[in-house]
Nanobody, 125 residues
């Protein structure tokens, strides 16, 4: 599976960009998808995850209520709608895919088998 993320850029605080990640390969619906981010000088952290059948979602506390993860299995895409952005949301955002069905593991980066190249989101105050 190859993943291509897009949609980042420079955004004002309070903005609402949408990140997209397109997957190549078959059986996209069998993969759980996640978004992670790495801020300057910080470790990579979990942002959100969505099960293959869209019935399981997880969000990190800092983004809960502001970000929404969704997927379109017909188009092999997963999206991250980001609302009410804050300067502390500035980071490189990565999409990732995992074949595991242990949904409690979705928050761990080590769970994921495939990673996209990342897209920069910079939030100006």
């Amino acid at each position: 599976v190859q993943l291509q993320a897009s949609g980042g850029g420079l955004v004002q605080a309070g903005g609402s960009p949408r990140l997209s990640c397109t997957a190549s390969g078959r059986r996209f619906s069998s993969y759980a998808m996640g978004w992670f981010r790495r801020a300057p000088g910080k470790e990579r952290e979990f942002v959100a995850a969505l099960g293959g059948s869209r019935d399981i979602t997880y969000y990190a506390d800092p983004v809960k209520g502001r970000f929404t993860i969704s997927r379109d299995n017909a188009k092999n895409t997963v999206s991250l709608q980001m609302n009410s952005l804050k300067p502390e949301d500035t980071a490189v955002y990565y999409c990732a895919a995992t074949a595991t069905t242990y949904y409690t593991a979705y928050v761990a980066a080590s769970t994921y088998d495939y990673w996209g190249q990342g897209t920069q989101v910079t939030v100006s105050s």
